[in-house]
């Protein structure tokens, strides 16, 4: 067995160091899917919602909303559930107590913070779209995608998902917290119910018609319910790309990262 020399030293000062930029982003990333999957209330929006919905579709034998019509429904209020009323829930209370401002000051930074609340986003709407896909599919939903219609719901999703997200930042960054929770739920329920998502724009007076259109969930349920009988959309990815680029140049101008 062999002993250090005499003239060795060992060097036992500390080295501390933070994690690969990529690392920390990741880990704080299934942090945030953590919270969100013990938080009852929000999977309540994510999942149980448009699981009834579809059930309810089913079960009546499209009396009130064809199966055909109410499975790309629910997907898009998957999207609009996660993506606006969740991360506008969460930032106004993270926000408030301070969690936003510690964070940003860690090596994660306020970079490492938005690109691992993005990547939460993302992973949880990849969970909720399969989740959903799969119910719509045994409950008899037989869609007509073809290979353009297909990646044009893709896009759709992608598209709605950061402007839903910009559209939430905006509202958590100005309002208190308690205010950001009763807003977020007001136009969740709001725009469930007359915003397009899950009801046709077709089905809703004439001269009201315009004024959905122009919302941004009208754009995502319309464009996937088109996608999902075979055609491409065109209108809804202009009314997207508009909402994305006002929402996101309103949100970055104006958020606090402070209560």
């Known amino acids: ?12 000062s500390p080295a501390p160091g933070a994690a690969p930029a990529g690392r920390r982003v990741v880990r704080h990333a299934l942090t945030e899917v953590r919270l969100l999957v013990r938080n009852g209330e929000q999977l309540l929006l994510a999942l149980v919602i448009p699981l009834a ?28 559930s996660s993506a606006f009323t969740s991360v ?5 209370f993270e926000r408030r107590y301070g969690v936003l401002e510690r964070l940003a000051a860690t090596p994660l930074g306020r970079g490492g913070l938005l690109a691992g609340k993005a990547l939460a986003v ?12 799969v119910a719509a599919l045994l409950l ?6 073809t290979a353009g219609s297909l990646l044009a719901s893709l896009a759709l999703v992608v598209l ?27 136009v969740y329920v709001v725009l469930l119910v007359a915003g397009g998502l899950v009801i046709g724009v077709s089905r809703y007076p004439r001269v009201l018609q315009p004024v959905v259109e122009a919302l941004p969930t ?32 309103l949100a970055r101008r104006t ?5």
Do not use: K
Not at 1 to 12: E, F, V, W
Not at 54 to 71: C, N
Not at 88 to 92: D, N, Q, R, W, Y
């Open 160 to 186: 709605a998902g950061v402007t839903f997200v910009a559209l939430a930042l905006l509202l958590a960054g100005r309002l208190r917290a308690e205010a950001t929770l009763a807003v977020a739920n007001l």
């Open 53 to 80: 919905i579809l059930v309810l579709a089913a079960a009546t034998r499209g009396r009130f909303v064809p199966l055909a019509s109410a499975a790309p429904s629910v997907l898009g209020l998957a999207v609009w």
């Open 218 to 249: 009208a754009a995502l349920g319309e464009g996937l319910r088109v996608a999902a009988r075979g055609a491409v959309p065109g209108w809804p990815f202009g009314v997207l790309v508009v909402w994305f680029v006002v929402a996101g140049l």
């Open 88 to 92: 506008a829930i969460a930032t106004g």
């Open 122 to 133: 993302g992973l949880v709407l990849l969970g909720q779209l399969v989740v959903l896909v």
């Open 1 to 12: 067995m062999s002993t250090p020399s005499l003239g060795a030293t060992l060097d036992l």
């Open 255 to 259: 958020f606090r990262w402070t209560a």
């Open 140 to 145: 008899g939903w037989r869609p007509a995608y």
